[in-house]
T-cell receptor, first 114, second 115 residues
Framework: GDSVTQMEGPVTLSEEAFLTINCTYT??????LFWYVQYPGEGLQLLLK?????DKGSNKGFEATYRKETTSFHLEKGSVQVSDSAVYFC?????????????FGKGTKLSVIP | GAVVSQHPSRVICKSGTSVKIECRSL??????MFWYRQFPKQSLMLMAT?????????EQGVEKDKFLINHASLTLSTLTVTSAHPEDSSFYIC???????????FGPGTRLLVL
């Protein structure tokens, strides 16, 4: 079945540091890939997405490129801020499997310190 | 963006009682709603998918008689945990979408503690 593996957290960075959160996936069809962010006390919010190979999703300074050859969708940001502290979830939606369900990774908690 | 609310945000109940959790889409019509369960340091696990006006589709291993889902309107879905037991304690999250292939908007979650 489909699965998403993302790096274990927590990740602690200083402000303005470079961020990478690794995400790899397995899927039977042709998935769309997503990054969701959950700020403390809030629901999950869509951060960015990519629907086909080589697509790059970007939002709020975050980027992720859909790499079919390595089945990866790593999240990056060049300079993190304290306000980026949150839990980040990588997810896929495999419409080729006949459903539109999201499969999530376990989440990576990011803490950015001043 | 679209807003989804959940109520209550936190509930504590005694073993054997039933608990109802509401999920509302505040500014759009949600033809499809999803219910997830999240254990500490674990990913969200899909429990069921509900479409307005029809019976929910449960994932394998989820007891439909224990987790009753009703999606009676385009803005409201409810999850009732019947005869709750301590092992049902968890974080329950709903999401809503105007169509299955569109973006899912998530609620803030409900933390259930069964004593």
């Amino acid at each position: 079945g489909d699965s998403v593996t993302q790096m274990e957290g927590p990740v602690t960075l200083s402000e303005e540091a470079f961020l990478t959160i690794n995400c790899t996936y397995t899927a039977t069809g042709y998935p769309s890939l997503f990054w969701y962010v959950q700020y403390p006390g809030e629901g999950l919010q869509l951060l960015l997405k990519a629907t086909k190979a080589d697509d790059k999703g970007s939002n709020k300074g975050f980027e992720a490129t859909y790499r079919k050859e390595t089945t990866s969708f790593h999240l990056e940001k060049g300079s993190v801020q304290v306000s980026d502290s949150a839990v980040y979830f990588c997810a896929l939606r495999d419409s080729g499997a006949g459903s539109y369900q999201l499969t999530f990774g376990k989440g990576t908690k990011l803490s950015v310190i001043p | 963006g679209a807003v989804v609310s959940q109520h209550p945000s936190r509930v504590i109940c005694k073993s054997g009682t039933s608990v109802k959790i509401e999920c509302r889409s505040l500014d759009f019509q949600a033809t499809t709603m999803f219910w997830y369960r999240q254990f500490p340091k674990q990913s969200l696990m899909l429990m069921a998918t509900s479409n307005e006006g029809s019976k929910a589709t449960y994932e394998q291993g989820v007891e439909k008689d224990k987790f009753l889902i009703n999606h009676a309107s385009l803005t409201l879905s409810t999850l009732t945990v019947t005869s709750a037991h301590p092992e049902d304690s968890s974080f329950y999250i709903c999401s809503a979408t105007s169509s299955p292939q569109e973006t899912q908007y998530f609620g803030p979650g409900t933390r259930l503690l069964v004593l």
